[in-house]
């Protein structure tokens, strides 16, 4: 993202954030993630999942192990753009942390620990808000790793989901409120503490039996959208998340992400 970072205050304090915890911050365990073509469009009804199918949606099969309870749609998500049964939660109270549970705030286990990330916007400026990211682990108390900003944030991209995607490493997952379709995965080393890298993306999918993910580039608002999205969608790839170990280049860009001094 290249565009001025001039945002005005009042706008990103009435977005409303679905991530924002009640009394405690639910994250999931055990995942079971359903399968899809590629680049299917999916969607959550009360119902269930449903996959589109030449226009039309029908109803996405399920594991029969899952079957009731994936049917019930309480435990029903999108996970890195995945749909995914949830079998079992884990819950925290992280008010210690996310200023009483009013900042946005997603868990997810990495390597058998417990890591929180918590969205904070920072104001330096009458008009202008930065986004930062504060991660920290859990054991038996709350232990400050990292905390990083977004360079810009023009589209108010916001704290969506997190999901291990390597023993070591961390994908979060950040939606835009003002362009749907421009969104972005970040990625975080538990181990070393620090960001890895950060790519915009108009849709995604992981793919957990290669540990890829199908990633098409982030389109903005125009008259032309339908073939913009068409046009993106034509140029998505599918790429490893990891190559030799490491997380893959394709995936590494940092210019957008910077380590907040002090930190």
């Known amino acids: 993202m290249k565009t001025t970072r001039v945002l005005f205050l009042v706008t990103i304090l009435l977005v409303t954030q679905s991530v924002l915890a009640q009394d405690e911050v639910k994250f999931p365990i055990k995942v079971t993630f359903l399968s899809t073509p590629i680049g299917s469009s999916v969607r959550m009804t009360s119902a269930g999942f449903e996959v589109s199918n030449g226009g039309s949606y029908s109803p996405l099969a399920l ?20 749909p995914a049964v949830v079998t079992e939660y ?25 890591i929180l ?9 009458a008009h202008d ?28 991209l916001y704290l969506d989901n997190a999901y291990p995607v390597g023993k070591e490493i ?34 995604i999918q992981y793919l957990p039996e290669t540990n890829s993910i199908w990633i098409a580039p982030s389109v903005v608002n125009c008259e032309n959208l339908k073939e913009a ?3 993106a969608v034509q140029h998505a790839l599918t790429v490893p998340i990891l190559k030799n170990g490491k997380l893959n280049t394709e995936l590494s860009e940092m210019i957008e992400l910077v380590r907040v001094s002090g930190d």
């Not at 200023?99 to 286990?109: C, P, Q, R, Y």
């Open 229 to 231: 999205l068409a046009d």
């Open 90 to 114: 884990g819950w925290i109270d992280a008010r210690s942390i996310n200023n009483e549970n009013h900042m946005a705030t997603v868990g997810a286990i990495v390597d058998g620990k417990t």
């Open 117 to 125: 990330v918590v969205e904070k916007r920072v104001v330096v400026a």
């Open 129 to 156: 808000v930065e986004t930062h990211y504060l991660l920290f682990s859990h054991d038996g108390g709350f232990a400050k790793m990292a905390e990083f900003k977004l360079a810009e944030n023009p589209y108010n």
């Open 63 to 82: 594991p029969s192990p899952i079957e009731k309870i994936g049917r019930s749609g309480t435990a029903n998500e999108f996970i890195l753009g995945t």
């Open 170 to 203: 961390l994908a979060i997952i950040l939606s835009g409120s003002r362009q749907p379709y421009v969104n972005a995965i970040m990625f975080f080393d538990v181990r070393r503490k620090v960001p890895l890298g950060f790519r915009e993306f108009s849709e």
